[in-house]
């Protein structure tokens, strides 16, 4: 950096040339610090003194005080004493360099505002070892009396410092006055082809430290700010002194990236060959799984009785469809519970007008039910009052019974089910009962009147979930009758997510819809959520 001396005249301080050198702790790596501002303590030697007044140090009597303690930001050691510092304030005493550092703000404006006029020379040199390629920023034709100019001198590596924060937006004078940290970036985009050579710096800047915040204080770890402490010992009369200096000023990061290139004819060659013979050997290999474990040998003696393998059933699918083409991406998920069966029916396939009562699927085990949700609802299960002489009863659904008579389609098991409202295309998908065979309907049942079709357990969902509801006339039959049809699915499925997909037995469906009827007798039916 250029010497560049200057005078400042203030008040409180005698006539001090400064010029620029490097600060006692100098910043690690490719960095530099420009010194703004400061603040001096000057004549402390090391002796008993009271400390600076704030709300850690203030004290009414030695009790306050605490000997031998030193807080993290304190200047001292305490000795247990509480004296004046000045007036009525007492603080408490401390073991330190006397008198002790002032907890001020920094001068405004900054007293070194002139080093906006610096002027700061970068050498850089960059090194591409894979190409044996060597280069610098400094040109052999470099003017030193330039300076940096986006347009004008862009290849300029003198940068004045005022500059530098006119190309990212800030201003240096209020910089100065708490410290900061710039970023100067120097990007490398080199072309070393010998017909198209081209590797020429760019430079860019930007403000490294958080300016947005709103805390202005230099004492805040939040503040963007940046400063250190070091001090000046010397001896007078004999007595060990020193000035402490605080000095706040930006800290300058210089940031280096780039990229370097060459064609190659060999390399391109061998990278397309090895692409090509990828994509050759990856086809092969599908292949071979697909008809190895396609084979008629792994499905009649591998599949049975190997259970880790029965993944690799999936294969059966990909094998026989390989060669066709696809109409539809995939059939639309469903799954079914019956109320005779303990398990849980999955049907990932297209009904093609087969009533989904007749459709087999695939078993799926039954999650365990959660049964802590059903504390949250606000049921009257009372116990009846116990007739003496005879034995309580429970319904049993289990037990087979005829169908009650009546237009009851043919699919219906219970004697309840209703024929279905939606187009002859998706009909099929609500014609479902609650049972596989014949039997009483779940809709008689205790639980189903309790946990489905009780208005004001379904009304406490309906508040639990959003307090704030209002459940006005219009709105209220469509709320309740979807919470119901939640309430049955969560309770038959278990999992929220087969839930999602779980189909309505028709018997079901219409007694909730008979209890909150819509108004014009339309309904949409079953929405997959996908």
């Known amino acids: 950096m250029p010497y560049c001396p200057f005078m400042n005249n203030l008040d409180n301080l005698s006539s001090t040339v400064m010029k620029p050198k490097a600060p006692p702790l100098p910043p690690p790596g490719n960095s ?13 030697k090391q002796g008993l003194c009271p400390e600076h007044p704030d709300r850690r140090t203030r ?29 009525n304030q007492k603080t408490c005493e401390v073991s330190a360099w006397c008198p002790t550092e002032q907890t001020k703000e920094a001068p405004r404006p900054a007293l070194l505002t002139s080093a906006e006029n610096f002027t700061v020379l970068i050498k850089n040199n960059i090194d591409f070892p894979g190409h044996n390629y060597t280069a610098r920023n400094v040109l052999p034709d470099f ?31 209020e910089m100065a006055i708490q410290g900061g940290i710039m970023g100067i970036e120097i990007y490398w985009n080199c072309n070393l082809d010998s017909w ?7 430079y860019s800047f930007r403000r490294l430290d958080d300016r947005t915040t709103n805390d202005s ?63 050759g050997l990856a086809t092969v290999f599908i292949d071979f799984l697909i008809n190895t474990y396609s084979s008629t040998f792994c499905r009649s003696h591998l599949y049975p009785y190997c259970k880790c393998c029965a993944c690799c059933a999936v294969n059966e699918y990909y094998y026989a469809k390989k060669c066709e083409s696809i109409v539809e991406p995939k059939p639309t998920l469903k799954y079914v519970s019956f109320v005779d069966e303990l398990h849980i029916r999955r049907v990932d396939q297209q009904l093609l007008g087969k009533s989904l009562q007749d459709v087999k699927g695939k078993k799926v085990p039954r999650p365990l039910m959660d049964f802590t949700d059903l504390s949250r609802l606000p049921l009257s299960l009372q116990d009846p009052t116990p007739i003496p002489g005879q034995p309580e009863q429970i319904q049993l659904l289990s037990a087979e019974a005829t169908p009650t008579p009546g237009n009851s389609p043919g699919w219906c098991q219970c004697g309840n089910c209703l024929p279905s409202q939606l187009p002859e295309k998706r009909r099929s998908l609500e014609e479902l009962c609650c049972r596989k065979k014949p039997g009483a309907c779940i809709t008689t049942s205790e639980p189903f009147g309790k946990l489905i079709l009780s208005r004001r357990a379904l009304q406490f969902l309906l508040l639990y979930q959003e307090p704030l509801l209002v459940l006005d006339m219009e709105s209220t039959n469509s709320r309740l009758r979807h919470c119901a049809y939640r309430c049955y699915t969560t309770w038959r499925f278990g999992s929220q997510d087969l839930a ?24 949409s039916g079953f929405k997959s959520p996908y």
């Open 59 to 87: 004290c009414s009597s030695d009790r306050n005080c605490k000997k031998g303690w030193m807080d993290p930001q304190s200047k001292g050691i305490q000795t247990g004493r509480c004296v004046v510092y000045e007036g």
């Open 143 to 173: 003017n030193i009396s330039c300076t940096f100019h986006k347009i004008q001198n862009p290849l300029c590596p003198i940068f004045r410092l005022g500059d530098i924060f006119r190309e990212t937006g800030d201003n240096f004078s």
């Open 217 to 279: 204080s230099y004492t805040s770890p939040r503040s963007p700010s940046y400063n250190f402490r070091y001090a000046r010992y010397y001896k007078e009369n004999n007595v060990e002194k020193r000035t402490l200096m605080k000095v706040f000023g930006i800290r300058f990061d210089i940031l280096v990236f780039g990229t370097g290139g060459k064609f190659d004819v060999m390399q391109l060659i061998l990278y397309i060959g090895s692409t090509l013979s990828y994509f």
């Open 32 to 44: 530099f610090f420009v010194m703004t501002n400061f603040l001096k303590t000057e004549g402390q």
């Open 500 to 523: 999602d997909f779980g189909i309505l037995p028709s018997c079901c469906r219409w007694r909730i819809r008979r209890e909150f009827p819509k108004s014009d007798g339309q309904y």
């Open 196 to 202: 198209s050579h081209h590797c020429r710096p760019k």
